[in-house]
Nanobody, 115 residues
């Protein structure tokens, strides 16, 4: 069973930074794409950033220039560096791994941006 385990969430003031990690239980090369999604209270889950096969990266317009997605294949870990955080970034952040057959999701990590 594939497991994705997120960490690094927490509470931060506006303008602050956090780095989320997503540790996979198998090689990240076995995924066609890996990404970060978030879900705020009362809202649908939305894409934040994704890395696809070949290194193609896409960001949601709302996080461009502030968030950076990266991966470390040696550690089988996906990262999301979040800078200049805003209150509207408050959400549960989920890691997702996509294969030909199915999607795998982590349990989520809470990010709260508040003064």
């Amino acid at each position: 069973q594939v497991q994705l385990v997120e960490s690094g969430g927490g509470s931060v003031q506006p303008g602050g930074s956090l780095r989320l990690s997503c540790a996979a239980s198998r090689s990240i090369f076995t995924f066609n794409a890996m990404g970060w999604y978030r879900q705020a209270p009362g809202k649908e889950r939305e894409l934040v950033a994704v890395i696809s096969t070949g290194g193609r990266i896409n960001y949601a317009d709302s996080v461009k220039g502030r968030f950076t997605i990266s991966e470390d294949s040696a550690k089988n870990t996906l990262y999301l560096q979040m800078n200049s955080l805003k209150p509207e970034d408050t959400a549960v952040y989920y890691c997702k791994g996509t294969t030909v057959f199915t999607d795998y999701w982590g349990q989520g990590t809470q990010v709260t941006v508040s003064s």
